[in-house]
């Protein structure tokens, strides 16, 4: 057995999260029984996700039950082993759940090959709530082509800077939407967009039609709300607008905003889709491929923001929700 540190929900958020709705314990993690495996936690992926989790609500992703560990993805190391798949040493992904160390079944979990890419790498660019999400988003669903103008909205966040590049790689023009000058110059010179737009200076539907003024063609939309519908203002003939989340809604799930000018869609003979990367999951393989070849060869990167112990978890998870932060946000142990 090995004392484990873990942040816990105490109460449910009223609205957007606060440290006080956690706290962290210590306890013993259980006895390993056959064919599990001890496991310390080296990375968290803080995700949007995680959010709709902790309402008193069963949604898409299930919820986190109170002085229960919050939900988090995350890589782990397994230190002590009743399995005959995975040995001591070995890397794995799986729900570790925000806590320093975790019994699982070996069946529940992936192990990681880390001979070119570390291991956390599969929470960030070959990570399923980010780059995999990206490109299912992007080349599955939207088909995005050369010369296509993309714009996708939360670009300086994780998913949506994988978003960009992935799109710039198939030969679209790619504008992003993020909030503040240092996250526009962040996806020009760092992403790589070929322009960004401050959400939060000046009018978003003027200043879209200023970077797009044959309109676009493909909206990868994280956030919801007025950005949806400020790129709605802005389609082209024939657009095609991607659902992947909508991060400005999850505070408040009973009282999602719809997009109120929809009607944009059969005005311009357009459609709306929306998606979770598990529909595509079939199409990992190629995916991760894919990924790791646009990486070795110098046309992806995905930076990292890691803000090192497990007790800095419901701090980074506010971070998230509040646009804090850049590329991808990790937690160290």
Known sequence: MAMSRKVVLTQRPDGEPAESDFALVDAETKPLEDGEVLLKVEHLSIDAFIRTMLDDRDGHHGKVDLEAPVMALGVGRVIDSRSSELQQGDAVFGPMGAQTHVVWPAAMLRKLDESNVPARTYLGALGMTTGLTAYAGMICVAQVKAEETVVVSAAAGAVGSMACQIAKIAGAKVIGIAGGAEK????????????AVDYKS???????????????????????????????????KCARVIICGAISQYNDMTKVTGPSLYLRIPERNASMLGFTVDHYAEQFPTMEADIADWIQRGELSLPEQIEDGIENFPGALIKLMTGGHKGKLLIGL
């Open 184 to 195: 526009c110059d962040f996806l020009r010179k760092e992403i790589g967009c070929h322009d």
């Open 202 to 236: 000046g009018n978003l539907v003027e200043n879209l039609r200023e970077s797009c003024p044959e309109g676009i063609n493909v909206f990868f939309d994280n956030v919801g709300g007025d950005v949806l519908d400020a790129a709605l203002d802005n389609i082209a």
